[in-house]
Nanobody, 119 residues
Framework: QVQLVESGGGVVQPGESLRLSCTLS????????????MGWYRQAPGKQRDFVAH???????SYSDSVKGRFAISRDNAKNTMYLQMNSLKPEDTGVYFC?????????WGQGTQVTVSS
């Protein structure tokens, strides 16, 4: 059974930074962290869940236009962990941030971590 756990959310002021972590535990028929493409998504109150950033098994990254240049996604396969470094945070970055692991027919989601950007 594969599980994802996010951490690192909190309340910050505009312009500040946060780093989110997503740790994968468990296994599906012997799967290991490095086989999964990983991503971050966020959901603001009353809105749909939107794409934020993605990192492939080979560490190729992509970002939504709204976070490009401010956020950085990375992964540490030795620690089974993915990160999202968020800089220059804006109030519109507020929401619940979810991590996702994907490999073929496998698709896993974490429970989310709240990020609030407010003065």
């Amino acid at each position: 059974q594969v599980q994802l756990v996010e951490s690192g959310g909190g309340v910050v002021q505009p312009g500040e930074s946060l780093r989110l972590s997503c740790t994968l535990s468990g296994s599906y028929f012997g799967s290991t962290f490095d086989i999964y493409a990983m991503g971050w998504y966020r959901q603001a109150p009353g809105k749909q869940r939107d794409f934020v950033a993605h990192i492939t098994q080979g560490a190729t990254t992509s970002y939504s236009d709204s976070v490009k240049g401010r956020f950085a996604i990375s992964r540490d396969n030795a620690k089974n962990t993915m990160y999202l470094q968020m800089n220059s945070l804006k109030p519109e970055d507020t929401g619940v941030y979810f991590c996702n692991a994907d490999h073929g027919t496998e698709d896993y989601w974490g429970q989310g971590t709240q990020v609030t950007v407010s003065s």
